[in-house]
């Protein structure tokens, strides 16, 4: 069965699909953006519903979302500027990407992030609920995406002083990740084992998992990194 996705991703002028296209933006995504506001990543977009939110209330910085799955791509982007149009009433549908100039999404694996982005390229990253491979075989858990290596290169392209935030309701990927902070530079600014009992919880930036996760019971983990 063909996806029916494709041709709407590779059509889409807020999606880069091209491999060379986009790690040609390296050191230069904000001549892409065409300003030098701070760059926020957010790897896996999922639903969609945190990166479209901030993309239109955080106009100060340019917002760059990476997914493999082409309808995830399609949706990521569209939600974006459909935000925008509910937003501005004077939009129009023909002339909407114009009025979101400060964000892209990425079709490409989050594994080549050390060809995407130089060094201090990057404010802030965000993670949320990233497939833990939680089958307890070493080529099963390899699979996980924040291990050291992932972390010391996300350090090199980091600001000083910004952020890594991290969120999954699996509490060994939780444990996974936190053995492994402790072998980068990073340094652990704050951890919840339980996110919406703590004081930063806001029910208004939440992912859909967690709306999800609200009537099941689940207690979501999350923490923040600054480097210092």
Known sequence: ????YIDLVKKHPKILTDLQEIFSKKWQWNKFF?????????????LWNYFSKRVNQELDKNFIGIELRYKRCFLTAEKC???????????????LEKYNPNFVVLKIDARHLINIFWEEELEETVVFFP??????KSRVLKKRLVWEKFLNNLYKMTKKWWK????????????????EIEKTSW??????FDY???????????????QIFRGQNIKVCYLELIKK
């Open 34 to 46: 065409k300003n030098n506001n701070p760059i926020v990543l957010e790897i896996w977009t999922g």
């Open 196 to 210: 919406e009992k703590d004081w930063l919880y806001d029910s208004n930036s939440i992912t859909e998992f967690e």
């Open 187 to 192: 340094k652990l600014n704050f951890k919840t």
């Open 131 to 136: 497939d833990p491979w939680a089958r307890k």
């Open 81 to 95: 500027l459909w935000n925008k149009k509910n937003n501005d009433n004077s939009v129009d549908n023909t002339s």
């Open 164 to 179: 890594f935030l991290f969120k999954t309701d699996h509490l060994g990927y939780f444990l996974h990740v936190l053995y």
């Open 1 to 4: 069965m063909s996806n029916q």
